[in-house]
């Protein structure tokens, strides 16, 4: 009985111990304790067991023994296994901030500190803008004469961007420029994603690209000079990175800029003679401006320093001799401004590298650092726009569109899609927004970055497949009546772009978070490199009681005890235990999959990715939560809260499921599954009720449509043209007085007390009227509703040549 007694004590009190990091000397009092009272009262057998733990705890727990036989063996080992992290991938761990990503990686994420990103929202100049000028914008776009007819926007479009200032959002004030925040920016591009064509020509010179390298590294005279011109659209940027043979693997441009004399107008100039070939250059074919990253040299020493100078960022006028630009690709589903840029021995001053001479060499690291905060915003902004529209467009679908006597959205085969849809927005809409927020708090998110970008990409590519479903035929007949099918085959490029997803996914998500968000191995890196025994000796046995911690924080909580206390209202706290809870997990996982695949670990990508993906999944509940604290609520937000939450958390635990199965040490992967989940796994998929209030809710007039609408180009004015979104939302509004008449009609026709042959909804509507079944107004009322109803699910049709580019190669099959 003691026995047992004390051996409850023991992993009861080590268990404290571990989760609060007490530290070695609280875990060697336990023991020490727990082993005196075994000797003295009759168990000593397990009381000298326990003394003999106190004994190991003392000489590997307290700094001045361990640091004298333990440290320097394990150093020495750990030089050999620990990986290499080369300059480049070192530049990329160094951009950027780490913030909440960090808080997750610990194991005992702090709330508070979420918390303590305080949002003001935007200014009234910038609601005014998004209100207004997107709206006017978005009214000028017809997706069907842009992509077919035209393949270019329109130029008053283009006008009024230029004159608007959509070009110069992230430039200051004092160049012209709107100097907006991040919010604004995101909210901006949310409402252009009414057309795709168009949110990426207002995006793309607002991300990454000749502005923010200019804003952040140009010298004063180049900040003068092209600042105000980008602002008002006189200098139109691209950048070109990408060439044939270096895609996703960018730094192995093998563009190059070799320092050199020439003569210009009868003097001799020092510059670079430039010879590349780059491709897929957004903005490309109209650019007056070219951002060009490229491998810089200097084999005569004229700059009196080394050879390979390194990848260097310069700025190159298009009219600059030797450039070859204009010609276009052809992007899928988008006819945005895309081409190659070719130069051959192409001469520029050495004035035009972003930041003057001294920058030389210092391109990759400026452009990872840039990458960050762009990265966050323009596509992932996209994605939540469109999430919008798509909701938006579907929902009013599914409600107008009758079959078998009922709205389409009264199915629950339907509404299945249809929740899903509103979840994926509710959750895109969170994560983008609260990490703009970041954004404007100071924060330059590496890591979230990179899942905001892959992520909501991913559920972009998922929610437009639900929303084609959704629509049935309608979406796949192309013309100008259709609303979405453009927008759905343009996808890929969401998903390629700005670091392709599958890379994004498996390499930089988790790759780049263990080491740059994880609180211990970054110090334990640089210890290596500096060679100081004492600074890794603090690191590793920091992380060592991080792992301890972790051990016990995961367990516990995973037996239901000692749940972490958060900051939230009853319906969110029990999701912010669980990120707790799988926080923890994470990080032991994390560690466990590090020390067990050590340097090996780079080309195990799926088990990256799958870290990755728990990672992803605890930010993005994360955001949700922080979210649905700050906002007001309206009806049936909490089932999508519910719904978003148990999405999110389900994914987190399948993607830890899927590791502990498929960890190259199967038992080790057994034990960590043993450990994280001792009494199976928690989440299941969104339960049917939650599915069904939810759809309801998004199909109809509702509080929780209009919330999740906002932010949209929904109003039909005057000259504009034409707004598939407001029609429906009106269709909406009068949707419940035509219900009740649709019953009235069907259930006579059903009774026989409408002729027989009175098939189409206007016959029995106007026979309905004859027999007085319903009132003049009513039938009135159904006439203009059902117009409205059959415009919006025409499709269009064309001439039989019409989609032939070359009429010679037309046959007439039965052509008269
Ligand atoms: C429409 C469009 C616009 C663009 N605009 C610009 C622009 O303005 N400026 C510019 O410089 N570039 C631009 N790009 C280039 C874009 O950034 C690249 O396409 C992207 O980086 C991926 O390169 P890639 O297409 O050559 O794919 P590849 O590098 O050939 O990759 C092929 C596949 O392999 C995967 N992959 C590659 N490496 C790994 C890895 N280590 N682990 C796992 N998977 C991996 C990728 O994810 C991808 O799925 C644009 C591209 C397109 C299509």
């Given at each position: 009985m003691l026995q047992l007694l004390l051996i409850i004590v023991a992993v009861v009190g080590l268990l404290v111990v571990m989760r609060r990091e007490a530290g070695a000397l609280p875990a060697l009092a336990v023991l020490a304790a727990t082993g005196i009272v075994g000797i003295l009262f009759g168990s000593p057998l397990l009381g000298a067991l326990l003394l003999i733990g106190a004994v190991a705890v003392a000489v590997c727990g307290l700094p001045a023994l361990r640091r004298q036989w333990l440290t320097p063996r394990i150093f020495a080992t750990f030089k050999k296994v620990a990986p290499k992290v080369?300059?480049?991938?070192?530049?990329?761990?160094?951009?950027?901030?780490?913030?909440w990503d960090g808080e997750l990686f610990s194991g005992k994420p702090n709330w508070e500190a979420l918390m303590a990103y305080g949002d003001d929202g935007l200014t009234d100049e910038e609601r005014a803008f998004v209100d207004h000028q997107c709206s006017v914008a978005s009214g000028m776009t017809n997706a069907w004469e842009i992509t077919r007819e035209r393949a270019d926007l329109p130029p008053e479009l283009w006008a009024y961007l230029k004159k608007e200032g959509f070009f110069g959002m992230i430039i200051p004030k004092q160049y012209g420029g709107l100097g907006f925040s991040a919010k604004a920016q995101s909210a901006v591009l949310q409402k252009l994603a009414v057309n795709e064509t168009l949110m990426v020509t207002v995006g793309v010179p607002n991300s990454l690209g000749p502005g923010e390298l200019l804003l952040k590294y140009g010298t004063q005279q180049q900040k003068d000079h092209y600042l105000p011109r980008l602002a008002d659209g006189r200098e139109i940027p691209c950048f070109g990175l990408t060439g044939p043979r270096a895609g996703s693997d960018a730094t192995s441009i093998p563009d190059t800029?070799?320092?050199?004399?020439?003569?210009?107008?009868?003097?001799?100039?020092?510059?670079l003679r430039l010879n590349f070939e780059k491709r897929w250059i957004t903005l490309a074919p109209i650019a007056t401006v070219v951002g060009l990253a490229f491998r810089m040299f200097d084999p005569d020493g004229l700059l009196g320093g080394e050879n390979d100078l390194g990848i260097t960022c310069a700025l190159i006028p298009r009219d600059t001799d030797g450039m070859e630009i204009g010609r276009r690709h052809h992007p899928i589903g988008s006819p945005f401004m895309n081409g190659p840029i070719v130069g051959k021995d192409v001469f520029v001053p050495l004035d035009t590298i972003i930041g003057g001479p001294e920058?030389?060499?210092?391109?990759?690291?400026?452009?990872?650092?840039?990458?960050?905060?762009?990265?966050?915003?323009?596509?992932?902004?996209?994605?939540?726009?469109?999430?919008?529209?798509?909701?938006?467009w579907s929902g009013g679908f599914a409600r107008i569109r009758r079959q078998f006597n009922l709205p389409v959205a009264e199915m629950e085969g339907v509404q299945e899609p249809l929740a899903r849809i509103a979840a994926l927005s509710y959750i895109s809409q969170a994560a983008v927004m609260e990490t703009a927020n970041m954004i404007d708090k100071g924060d330059k998110p590496a890591v979230p970055s990179a899942i905001?970008?892959?992520?909501?990409?991913?559920?972009?590519?998922?929610?437009?497949?639900?929303?084609?479903?959704?629509?049935?035929?309608?979406?796949?007949?192309?013309?100008?009546?259709?609303?979405?099918?453009?927008?759905?085959?343009?996808?890929?490029?969401?998903?390629?772009?700005?670091?392709?997803?599958?890379?994004?996914?498996?390499?930089?998500?988790?790759?780049?978070?263990?080491?740059?968000?994880?609180?211990?191995?970054?110090?334990?890196?640089?210890?290596?490199?500096?060679?100081?025994?004492?600074?890794?000796?603090?690191?590793?046995?920091?992380?060592?009681?991080?792992?301890?911690?972790?051990?016990?924080?995961?367990?516990?909580?995973?037996?239901?005890?000692?749940?972490?206390?958060?900051?939230?209202?009853e319906v969110a706290a029990p999701y912010a235990q669980e990120v707790a809870r799988l926080s923890a997990a994470f990080g032991l996982c994390a560690d466990a999959a590090m020390a067990s695949l050590g340097s090996a670990l780079k080309s195990r990508e799926m088990v990256s990715a799958r870290l990755g993906d728990v990672l992803s999944n605890l930010y993005l509940t994360s955001m949700v939560l922080k979210q649905w604290r700050a906002s007001d609520k309206v009806e049936s937000e909490a089932a999508l809260m519910h719904y978003s939450c148990t999405l999110l958390l389900h994914r987190a635990e399948q993607a830890l499921i899927e590791l502990f199965d498929n960890l190259p040490n199967r038992g080790l992967g057994k034990l960590l599954s043993w450990l994280v989940m001792p009494l199976g796994r928690r989440w299941t998929t969104p339960h049917d009720d939650l599915t069904r209030e939810i759809a309801q809710k998004v199909s109809r007039h509702s509080a929780l449509r209009s919330k999740l609408l906002g932010n949209t180009w929904d109003q039909q004015e005057e000259g504009q043209q034409d707004n598939p979104l407001a029609r429906y939302n009106a269709l909406l509004v009068d949707y419940d007085r035509a219900e009740a008449l649709y019953r009235t009609v069907n259930k006579a026709y059903a009774k026989g007390e409408l002729p027989v042959e009175a098939l189409h909804p206007e016959q029995r509507f106007a026979a309905a009227r004859e027999a007085e079944l319903i009132s003049e107004e009513d039938a009135r009322f159904m006439a203009e509703y059902e117009t409205e109803v059959l415009a919006m699910l025409t499709v269009d049709d064309f001439a039989f040549d019409a989609f032939a580019q070359q009429q010679e190669k037309v046959v007439w099959h039965n052509a008269a």
């Open positions: 080369s300059d480049t991938e070192r530049t990329a761990l160094e951009a950027g901030s780490v913030g800029g070799v320092v050199c004399k020439q003569m210009v107008d009868g003097e001799e100039v020092l510059g920058m030389a060499g210092q391109g990759w690291r400026m452009l990872v650092e840039c990458l960050s905060v762009g990265r966050c915003i323009t596509l992932p902004s996209g994605a939540t726009g469109t999430s919008r529209y798509a909701l938006g905001l970008k892959s992520q909501l990409t991913e559920f972009q590519r998922d929610l437009l497949s639900h929303a084609m479903d959704i629509h049935g035929g309608k979406a796949v007949t192309l013309g100008p009546r259709n609303y979405i099918g453009i927008g759905y085959s343009a996808n890929p490029v969401a998903i390629t772009v700005e670091g392709a997803n599958i890379m994004t996914r498996n390499l930089m998500i988790f790759g780049q978070g263990a080491i740059r968000c994880h609180p211990y191995v970054l110090e334990e890196l640089a210890a290596k490199d500096a060679d100081d025994l004492k600074a890794f000796d603090k690191a590793f046995f920091g992380h060592a009681g991080l792992i301890f911690g972790n051990t016990a924080r995961a367990f516990t909580q995973g037996l239901g005890l000692g749940k972490a206390s958060t900051p939230f209202d």
